[in-house]
């Protein structure tokens, strides 16, 4: 147990809300990752953070943001949702800066967006 | 542009049998190579990882082999087992700073038939 919650677990939306998914880490990680993970494309990397207000984009960032404003906690926000959104996601953390860290991942949360 | 490219998609091994998936990668950078474990449900779970200062590395049923100057790797299970049955991913990642991250292979559902 890698101490992080992931909420909501599960979510039914509708195409054009907004959806904010939460990772909550206890163990005080400086960095913290979203991936999304579907079938055929493995795990994507959304967006990562380094540090409290420290931000980047991955891989499969568009229609996504981010905010980190403490350390424990990493929002991953759908602004607008569309079904191509409707994946698992995957919160990560790692102490990070040196080769070999581990990433350990959260249990997920599955977002269908009908 | 997949920097990490894994093979096979799916994989069936009679029990007892050996298990052999295979990744290979672009970025010479690349100096951290974990596989994952990931069963139905669940968070990927760091299984075994290696350096490329190494050849091979073994932890019990579960052996990395890797090989620098074709830039691949690969997970060997020896005696597999029907609890062994679940999706494995390779990964890379480089150096460590702001920009830590692993980038994954598209996964290998396996199934060890008993």
């Known amino acids: 147990d890698a101490g992080i919650t992931q909420s909501p677990r599960h979510k039914v939306t509708e195409t054009g809300t907004p959806v904010t998914l939460r990772c909550h880490q206890t163990?005080?990680?400086?960095?913290m990752y979203w991936y999304r993970q579907d079938p055929g494309h493995g795990l994507r990397l959304i967006h990562y953070?380094?540090?409290?207000?420290?931000?980047d984009k991955g891989e499969v960032s568009d229609g996504y943001s981010v905010s980190r404003s403490k350390t424990e906690d990493f929002l991953l926000t759908l602004e607008s949702a569309t079904s191509s959104q409707t994946s698992v996601y995957f919160c990560a953390i790692s102490a990070g800066g040196l080769t070999g860290n581990t990433i350990y991942f959260g249990e997920g949360s599955w977002l269908t967006v009908v | 542009q997949q920097q990490v490219k894994q093979s096979p998609q799916s994989l069936i091994v009679q029990k007892g049998g050996i298990s052999i998936i295979n990744c290979a990668y672009e970025n010479t950078a690349f100096d951290y190579f974990p596989w994952y474990q990931q069963f139905p449900g669940k968070g990927p779970a760091l299984l075994i990882a290696i350096r490329p200062d190494v050849s091979e590395k073994k932890e019990g049923r579960f052996t990395i082999s890797f090989n620098k100057s074709a830039k691949q790797f690969s997970l060997h299970i020896m005696d597999s087992q029907p609890g062994d049955s679940a999706t494995y991913f390779c990964a890379a990642s480089k150096g460590g700073g702001s920009n830590y991250k692993l980038t994954f292979g598209k996964g290998t559902l396996l199934t060890v038939n008993p």
């Open positions: 163990e005080n990680h400086r960095y």
């Open positions: 953070s380094y540090g409290v207000k420290d931000t």
